[in-house]
Structures are given as structure tokens and as C-alpha cells.
């Protein structure tokens, strides 16, 4: 399949998930992180949109090896683009929004931003 029509049927399948439905008042939001798992870097894309239906609402995101990240994804439409036909691994993980995932994500932006230093 040439790769604009593999990105076409990556952009049908944009979705949010339901990830809070059946959570009891009073807990926290469900929000998913993940971990690039595949050795491809820029190959494989995230893409989110605000509307599914408008891509003046989309962002990319290029993935690479490692990568890690945490989206809202019952707020935003999203999809991963794989160009490549062979497959592709990631590690997808739901966190509740609360003070302990706040200090995960800021601990794991100090040692990123360490690491830029050296």
C-alpha cells in the first residue's frame, strides 16, 4: 500500500477512548502513557486532534526509541501512523491524574532536562 493512502487509513481511525466512564465521583481523571518501544526513529508518528474532523486542530509528534509521553486521550482524537508495514511496538499504560503522577512527570522532565546538560 503506497504510504499516503497507509496515513489515509491511520487518519480514519483517529479515536478517544473511554477510559473515565465508569469511574466513581470524586476520583481522578484516567489519562494513558507511552513508551516507544520500536528501534525506528521519526518513522512512526502520533497524531492528535482537538476535531476529529479538522486538521487545523492536529499536532505530530515523531516518536523515537524510548520516547515516552502522557495524553489525554479521551479528550483528544489520536492515532499512531506507522509507515512501515512490519510491526511496531509500544508500552501503553493508564495512570490516574493525581500529586504522585504530577511528581512522576516532573521528576522524569528534571532527569531529561539533566541529561541535556551533559
Known amino acids: 500500500m503506497p504510504r499516503r493512502r497507509r496515513q489515509q487509513a491511520a487518519l ?6 473511554d477510559n473515565n466512564r465508569l469511574n466513581p465521583d470524586g476520583t481522578g481523571w484516567v489519562v494513558r502513557s507511552w513508551l516507544e518501544l520500536d528501534n525506528a526513529p ?3 508518528v502520533f497524531i492528535l486532534r482537538e476535531d476529529k ?3 487545523v486542530t492536529e499536532a505530530r509528534i515523531p516518536l523515537h526509541p524510548g520516547m515516552q509521553l502522557v495524553i ?10 506507522h509507515p512501515d508495514p512490519r510491526p511496531r511496538y509500544a508500552l501503553i499504560t493508564s495512570w490516574e491524574s493525581d500529586d504522585m503522577l504530577d ?13 541535556a546538560t551533559i
Do not use: F, M, N
Open 12 to 17: 480514519r481511525q483517529l479515536h478517544k477512548d
Open 42 to 44: 521519526g518513522e512512526s
Open 53 to 55: 474532523d479538522d486538521p
Open 72 to 81: 489525554d486521550t479521551e479528550r483528544l482524537y489520536h492515532v499512531v501512523w
Open 103 to 115: 511528581s512522576w512527570i516532573a521528576a522524569e522532565l528534571t532527569a531529561e532536562r539533566k541529561l
